[in-house]
């Protein structure tokens, strides 16, 4: 075990980390904003995946491109999932919330099997193998890039939520939701944007992805467990705490599968999961709700 | 309904009723259909659908495991998938590489489970996380061990492990033919539903569904959550080991994705939603429904991708979610009345004598003439103090007022008192014992009762099942029995014994809450505003029942805001102003205290007062009537 090979683990894995935090922002606003934990967060992301697939099969685009050209018809999805499904269980008991949106990666996962069949897609572009190189460490140029966009369009939302007025209201309702209609907020409306928001945003982390990974009918599952693992550890419904969570998330995992180099090594990442919760019960930065 | 019932269990009148009250429960009910598949499968069915009903009953018996803690405990696991696993690979490898016979192994693997349950559920369980940390937790157990076991040599790694049919028979639990795996299931199905049942006819049934339907009621019960908690999940983890090691022999063959996968977890979920959780034939109803139903979709589609028959399962489940809330079986229950067969009726002996209320046993140091000592008490939340620093005593036999504006920090005291959280700084005594930072159910094991301003109402319980289940912590079924009577009959709601505890009205929930506390055998019972919104008539009634209890022994501390309620009842009052003792005394010297009327009106209004006064000075200033 040598300590360049540690050091590129953990840099790819910080990368990594960088476009998780992403996609887990997305899904810990909509629990903030609704109370909603989607455990169909991954499949839609894996629609926007097989989107950029098409789009880029089309029309030779590069990934990122193609991202941003689906973010229309991915708030649409967001939208109307929101309107048929979410918005019925909105305040239910936590396991009627779960068991739906199990229901509805199911349904989601077995149609992208039936359309698209089980085989392995991916998107070729010149950026592809690309790499730079620092020292004895060698970074992908598209994992970099895509963190960076990743990053950038945290950043975005970061802005969005405390600098706008509609970002005041967003966090006014996942203050309180009583209180923020009270305050003359449309809470419904925003909980629809919300979540047709966060799916959109879903587009731009799976245009990042598809310029290095691949897609196949059980990513969504993948993304999904992971990006829930990410919300809890770091806090439910706090966005900072997921933001941490996922670049810690990242880099545990690149480590771990470095440092035990057999089937097993994703073992050791949901045992420090655990042992994460057992000292910061409340998230990482212990901010957390607790109920 | 009372009396009508069929199977009113009542010990004591015939010792068989209970067995026979077993009988007809749905325990059993779900055993027969299960037997009723058996019958058919074996009379009509050819070789493959043997088989697919042996795997059926397997689902079915892991979904009636996993409804222990999900359905019945309210607490949604992730992690049944490393307990089938566990099961089933201690059951592969122990029997194939050192020869143990598979039933010996299969208690090791249930052994194993329940101890992995056990350290799954201590973070969550013990620092009362939600639900959904609970869920990620388990799923995160779930991964690790597919993880886990995927890399270990010994156990076959990503390839599985075979197990060669040498030996067959029942002590092997191997068979040449199908029939006899079939038979096999079906014991194990039995057995599960039947012990289910008797657990759930038990204490444990009346303390797991307090424990789901509301945990700050079933904690100042006296119910210890942790251990509520912990013994389901462990009973649940080893019984789906079990049904692992079946599995195994059935198949022959193991690997991670079969016995891990997610997929066992998804569909348990599935099956059990979709039947109806948190009864016994619901998800043996979900189950016989949906498994053939998605084999034949496995057939038909065969030509297509392998996997996407799973479409039907995730419409099913949606559609059952937004349309059918209860499941299957609520959908039987309304299409054929509540009650078309018996459920377990807990019996309460009615007409109970007005003797005095029992106490606890450990409370036998009541000739201390100081029941409470608070020195110094304060609380803060992150930066806001909630409550500063509060000195007070409580005397032996007292009925003491706690007054004061809204946010003194009159219920933040009651809290600290009841073990909702610890005290930030300062002592706390109960007759000169400590009981800062006790839990709440060891509160209320060392005498402290308290109700709650907003009532806490155990939603699926009758009057009488709630009252007697706030009796049953270290107490026995028979004793809890009579405690209930005695209360129910001193509180007045004795009529409504077998109402529901979310139909009362507002006035009876409050004697609910009263009523719960005195279930549970206090010398100390704190009644936190049990008046607020009640009709004068009402409020009287109260009153009076106060005084009684007083009368018994019971030393009460109350916070009101109905003021001529508090001026009538209390012996001696104490004002909290933000935080702090601002007065102390008898009622007519604290409703005259400038400093009370000035925390209560402002201190303009104390001046329109003080002339008022001196205008009238016959006048009572005591009328300062409700909230302020």
Known sequence: MSMELLLQAAVSGF???????????????????????????????????YGVVLICAATNLSPFIAGLLIVPAMVLIG??????????????????????????????????????GADLFNVRSELGSSSIRLGDIVISAPLLIGCLVALLASGLLAWFLSATIWGYRIRATAEDPVMAQLCGVPVQRVQRWVFAGATGSLAIAAGCLMAFYHVTPVVGLQFSVLSLLIVVLGG?????????????????????????????????????????????????LGRGATV | MSGSSKTVARPGRNRWAPFIGLLRSEGAVAALLVWVVVAITLAFLNAYWVSVVVMMLVWCYLCTAWNLIGGYVGQVSFGHGAFFGVGAYGTAYLSTTHGISPWLSMLVGMALSAVLAVIAGYIPFRRNLSHLVFALLTLALAYAVFYGVSGVRALGGTNGMFMPLDTTGLAAMRFQDLWPYLIVVAVFNTVLLLVLQVLLNSRYGFIWRATRDNEAAAAASGINLLKSKQLAFAISAAATAAVGGFYAQFVGFIDPHSALGVHVIIQILLFSVVGGTGTLLGPVVGTFALFPLGEIMRVELMSLEAGSHQLVYGAALVVVILLLPGGLIGLLRRAMGRRWFSSFKLF????????????????????????????????????????????????????????????????TFFNLLGGTFPPSRGRMELFGQGIGGLAPHECTHRGIARTFQITQTFGTFTVAEAVFTAALPERTFDEAREIAAQVLARVGLDVRRDVSCAELTLSEQRRLEIARALATGPSLLLLDEVMAGLTPTEVTSVIALIRGLRADGITVVIIEHVMHAVMELCDRIVVLDAGEVIAEGLPAEVSRDHRVIEAYLGKRAQQVAAAAASDNADRQGGRADDDV
């Open chain 1, 15 to 49: 990368l990594m980390g960088g476009i998780y935090a992403l996609i887990a922002l997305a899904l810990a606003l909509v629990f903030g904003v609704m109370g909603v934990l989607n455990f169909a967060h991954g499949d839609l992301l894996m629609v926007g995946m």
């Open chain 1, 79 to 116: 939208w109307v999932v929101f309107i048929l499904l979410i918005r019925p269980i909105v305040g239910s008991a936590p396991l009627v919330q779960a068991q739906l949106t199990i229901g509805m990666s199911f349904v989601i996962q077995s149609a992208a099997l039936l359309w698209f």
């Open chain 1, 236 to 284: 439910l419904g706090d966005l900072r705490g997921a933001m941490v969570a996922a670049l810690v998330l990242g880099v545990a995992e690149a480590m771990t599968s470095a440092i035990f180099n057999s089937a097993s090594a994703p073992a050791a990442l949901y045992i420090l999961f655990g042992a994460a919760l057992l000292l910061r019960p409340h998230g990482l």
């Open chain 2, 348 to 411: 309460v002996p009615e007409g109970a004598a007005a003797e005095p209320l029992p106490r606890r046993r450990g409370s036998v140091a009541e000739n201390h003439e100081k029941v409470l000592v608070a020195e110094g008490v304060g609380r803060d939340f992150g930066g806001v103090v909630a409550l500063r620093s509060v000195d007070l005593e409580v005397r032996r036999g007292e009925i003491l007022g706690l007054i004061g504006p809204n946010g003194a920090g009159k219920t």
